[in-house]
């Protein structure tokens, strides 16, 4: 049987997913759109050097390499949280996350020597989501996978524009990665829906399977579909073949003249070498679901009528407390990862494909933020923002289709909390090249000139007070213009 050039066999499974899209109705291709399908893709945790694309020598990713080549790949893509539940309330509101006031992972309660910032545990009813807003737009419009932004039965995709809900969990993350993808202690992380499958089914191919069977509906309307993969968040679970292969793989190459470790703050160890076998399993997954997914779109004459959007929701997990045995993977030569406003944090893998629409081999240089997710599909799609509707995001249309710019403006982050890789209560703007950090314990700032130290290594503050006082003030007044809550000095 000839292989699509999309397919890359991961499993007798998927080959036989593929065999199936093959055939069947095309009932979906023939129904006309007015305006183009959008298929977005969130990877959770996906390192911004996670894939071959974007300079992993390590992971093997032939289909997000592919659809970078057939689009638009963002070299300066950030996720506007340095954790996930922050982040995707971005991409949900187009709002930053200290104006909506999810700025942690929504769970997460680590102490410190201050009192953390309060913080909303689900996304608000009053919102106007991106699926509300595709909804009312004509858009039969589908989410699949993880969610993090509260409650289901209160605030979950069902209540936010999305006609079509599978597989969505009350945590953020999988109880496990096989069926039936449950854990023994917390029951809050069972993911539903998928009952009855048999044993050892990969999630990551399973919620495929559903968003195929999405994608191939019978349909009048055009569709908007989040597929929201669990992977590649912990645990490290991976099928055993792909493991087996990357620590061949690994051991095959030997020592490296990097070091495996290096020091970040006084407690925490950033991994600096990509070499963790059950994480790189679960990056190939990941890419045959991508895979998978174009080779739908391509059989059922859908590509050309279809964007598609590839992302992650922050920085790859490379900095811990303690053990770093722990440690899946690296963002080197970005400095630190989750749960940091450092680079290796925030910058992020971020794809367009849309043929005839994005050309072909676009690279993209302009920093862009996860808020401008929102309004640029929206204009993409050919759909309104509301008049009234507050967004912090911008519409980056024109750079992907090459028909204008976006005006220069500064980017800025808020995380007022303590996190279990070792950071500690920080904001951080970036205007042009430099880049400021502000530490709220000691009231310290970090600056960098990205343009010539983008592993932020060489702290320029006093080297450059004007311009940290500068940049400093427009935090401070950022802060107050979306209403940010700040983390407080405990009471003696």
């Not at 759109?33 to 300079?55: C, F, R, S």
């Not at 209560?425 to 205007?431: D, E, V």
């Amino acid at each position: 049987m000839k292989r699509h050039p999309w397919y890359r066999a991961a499993n007798v499974g998927t080959f036989v997913l593929l065999c199936l899209l093959t055939t069947g109705s095309r009932s979906a291709a023939t129904a006309p759109a007015e305006h183009p399908n959008v298929l977005l893709i969130v990877i959770d945790d996906m390192g911004w050097k996670d894939t071959g694309v974007y300079g992993s020598d390590f992971y093997e990713t032939p289909n997000i390499d592919r659809l970078a080549s057939q689009g638009a790949r963002f070299a300066q893509f950030y996720t506007a949280g340095s954790v996930c539940s922050p982040t995707r309330a971005s991409i949900m509101t187009g709002k930053s996350p200290a104006r909506v006031h999810i700025t942690d992972w929504i769970g997460g309660d680590d102490r410190g020597k201050l009192l953390p910032a309060a913080y909303e545990r689900e996304l608000p009813l009053s919102e106007f989501s991106i699926g509300e807003a595709f909804q009312a737009g004509g858009y039969d419009t589908g989410y699949i996978g993880k969610w993090h932004l509260g409650q289901l039965e209160a605030s979950g995709p069902a209540h936010q524009g999305f006609a079509f809900t599978r597989a969505v969990n009350h945590a953020g993350q999988p109880g496990s990665h096989f069926a039936p993808y449950k854990s023994a202690s917390r029951t809050d992380t069972d993911v539903p829906d998928l009952e009855g499958d048999a044993p050892r089914t990969y999630l990551t191919d399973r919620l495929t399977t559903e968003a195929v069977q999405f994608i191939r509906t019978s349909r009048t309307k055009p569709f908007f579909l989040v597929l929201s993969h669990y992977a590649v968040h912990t645990p490290l679970e991976a099928k055993t073949e792909l493991a087996a292969k990357y620590a061949a793989k690994r051991d095959a190459r030997g020592s490296s003249a990097l070091p495996a470790l290096q020091a970040e703050g006084p407690t925490s160890m950033t991994k600096m070498q990509q070499d963790h076998a059950t994480y790189a399993a679960m990056v190939e997954s990941v890419d045959a679901s991508v895979g998978v997914l174009m080779h739908a779109l391509d059989s059922l004459d859908m590509a050309k009528n279809t964007i598609v959007v590839f992302m992650s929701d922050n920085g790859g997990l490379s900095t811990l407390l303690g053990s770093a045995s722990r440690i899946p993977t690296s963002n080197a030569p970005l400095r630190a990862g989750k749960g940091w406003l450092y680079e290796g944090g925030i910058r992020a893998p971020f794809l367009v494909r849309w043929p005839g629409g994005v050309p072909a081999k676009r690279v993209i240089n302009t920093p862009t933020i996860s808020t401008d997710v929102y309004p640029t599909l929206l204009e993409l799609a050919g759909l309104p923002a509301l008049r009234t509707q507050t967004l912090d995001g911008v519409s980056v249309a024109p750079l992907l289709t090459g028909k204008g710019s976006v005006s220069s403006r500064s980017l800025f982050w808020h995380f007022p909390h303590y996190h279990d890789s070792g950071s500690t209560p920080s904001g951080a703007i970036r205007s042009g090249s430099l880049k400021l950090i502000e530490w709220f314990e000691s009231g310290e700032v970090e600056l960098y000139d990205l343009a010539r130290d983008p592993g932020e290594h060489h702290d320029v503050s006093k080297e450059r007070p004007r311009d940290a006082a500068t940049l400093r003030a427009q935090l401070a007044t950022w802060r107050i213009r979306v209403d940010a809550n700040m983390p407080q000095r405990a009471l003696r």
